[in-house]
């Protein structure tokens, strides 16, 4: 960092780049992705914000969530509706609406809704990568809340052994469960 006698410039304005107003509940054109049985909504991708992160809405139905994971960017968690078990290093713990919770990066975590209700939260990703990884696992669903299709068990193998795949090239590992 530089001190604060030695100003850096800040760079002209990229006029190639432009503002994007993303909203979930009416806009057709954003993405809902279907993913482990939760519906993951791309509110900008890298693409929006020249890769420095992505934000998605994340719809989590009770009993949902991620499988243990890790990945080498930093991610960062608004729970907007619920409550979560977040599970970081090991510990678990219970989140609920209005809290904000921080991944830094190769953290293993994971999180799961333990509640009879749905969960609302934003996920802003650093850099971003990681909504070109869930649109290549996940399916196209209808809406922010639409859920994915039930997969059997044949359908599951399918889809761990493509995320698993996957996961090195959008720099994330999965764990074993704990």
């Given at each position: 960092?530089?001190?604060?006698?030695?100003?850096i410039p800040i760079p002209a304005?990229?006029?190639n780049r432009t503002s994007v107003i993303a909203q979930p509940e009416?806009?057709?054109k954003l993405p809902h992705i279907g993913i482990v049985g939760d519906t993951y909504t791309i509110l900008l991708s890298g693409k929006d914000t020249a890769g420095r992160f992505c934000l998605i809405d994340m719809h989590i139905p009770p009993?949902?969530?991620?499988?243990?994971?890790r990945h080498d960017f930093e991610e960062t968690f608004t729970l907007l509706e619920g409550e979560l078990e977040f599970t970081f290093r090991g510990v678990k713990e219970t989140?609920?609406?209005d809290a904000t919770i921080h991944i830094p990066a190769n953290a293993p975590h994971q999180f799961r809704n333990a509640s009879a209700e749905a969960v609302r939260l934003l996920c802003i990703c650093?850099?971003?990568?990681?909504?070109?990884?869930?649109m290549k696992v996940g399916v196209p669903v209808a809406t922010r809340t639409t859920p994915p299709p039930k997969l059997d068990e044949a359908a599951q193998a399918e889809f761990r052994t493509k995320a698993e795949e996957l996961a090195p090239i959008y720099r994330t590992e999965l764990l074993p469960p704990a």
């Open positions: 960092m530089p001190s604060e006698s030695t100003p304005d990229d006029l009416i806009d057709g009993g949902g969530g991620p499988p243990p994971h989140v609920r609406s650093s850099p971003a990568g990681q909504e070109e990884f869930f």
